[in-house]
């Protein structure tokens, strides 16, 4: 019925509880494959214990060297035999009652590929205060035709949009030949190439954040290599994906929004590394890519 993929890496602490609150999705024929992306911390012989003291032929552990995030989710496709498929990052919190909804939408609407369900977001330190992760943005967002949607994936992208709030058929995630190498990203990518093949909402997908699928776990982590490092995972993306016509406007929004989220933390080297990574022309159109942001918002306040 359905695989459940929980790619691992180094997260000894929480993996247990994603693996338990996976086991808790009840259908026949449920499926879990962990797959280890060569932990160095003690995950490994906590979950080989996990499964022993188990004994659930439901669940496997599959260990692989080192390779990053986006070769554990194809080797998980592909070992996958169900028709449908979800994925979860082994420090996030599925959600069975959300997934199962989405399994029965994708029954009752054999037309339908994906179903993107809701979730929450959460800090350790708070694990009481829950907070929605989608809104105004993502309703937007799908409200919009196909057409204007086309554009927004590279020029107004609502973030987050998370694979691990969505339930899958396998065919479609194939259909699109799984995850690139190329890219690190894997939510960015797949959506955008998701929603250009599969693009009428309510006939190829439907958008149900009233299904909460995922408590999404949040980290506190906004170092210099992380802002400057999503930047350039972005920007690779633009290269690769965006149309012409719009690939130095996507590329010079997207430069002018992780200048702002740098200014936010103070983080100059930040921006003096996404400044020295980037092409005098991206730099000039992300100037007043910047004002637009800041006054766009400064008017959301004044409403």
Known sequence: MITILIPSYNHAKY???CIEAAAAVAFAGRRILIIDDGSTDESVQIIKKY???LNDSSIELVLKPNGGLVSSLNIGLTMADT??????ASDDIPEAAGITSCVKVLLENPGVKFVIGGGYAFYEHQPEKRLGIYGEAQERFF???SAARARDMFLNYPSPLLLQSTVFRSKALRDIGGWDPALVLDDYPTFVKLL???SIRNVDFMYLPSNCVVGYRQHDSNSYKNICRQYLMVKALMDALAPTDIKLK????ALASY???AIKVRNPKAILSMLKASELKHILWALPEMLGMVGRKALRKMS
């Open 259 to 261: 200048i702002i989220s």
């Open 196 to 198: 250009s093949r599969f």
């Open 83 to 88: 028709e449908f498929f979800y994925l979860v």
């Open 250 to 253: 996507a590329i010079s929004r």
């Open 15 to 17: 993996v247990i509880g």
């Open 143 to 145: 409200n919009s035709t």
């Open 51 to 53: 499964l022993s003291d």
